[in-house]
């Protein structure tokens, strides 16, 4: 007789699934997920303000690096996904923020 699966209920527990997919544990590889899409969603948003063109770009610059990092080290599909959406993200942010006047304009020179 088989077993019936226990399907995760909380979202905690569907994320927690998503990212740990071959069941252990990576708190480190979460983490630079996380802060990829927290940072690529900063920039992104950002960007949209020519006037905010420093957070833009250095939030974009940082989830740019942090992105290339998680995914160097990333262990799961779920991570690397979260991974591209946020360097997608950042990138754009980035490059907006670029044209609207870089990551020292009116501060230096």
């Known amino acids: 007789m088989t077993q019936a699966a226990r399907q995760p209920r909380s979202p905690r527990a569907l994320i927690n699934a998503a990212l740990n997919s071959d069941g252990k544990p990576h708190p480190v590889e979460n983490a630079f997920a996380a802060v990829t899409i927290a940072l690529g969603a900063l920039a992104f948003i950002s960007s949209a303000f020519s006037n905010l ?12 690096l942090t992105g290339a990092w998680g995914q160097f080290i990333s262990a799961t ?10 360097l997608g993200a950042s990138a754009v942010g980035f490059f907006l923020g670029m044209a609207h006047g870089g990551l020292f304009g009116g501060v230096i020179g």
Not at 53 to 64: A, K, R
């Open 77 to 86: 599909t779920g991570e690397r996904f979260l991974l591209i959406i946020g």
């Open 53 to 64: 063109h420093l957070l833009s770009s250095w939030s974009g610059l940082v989830g740019i």
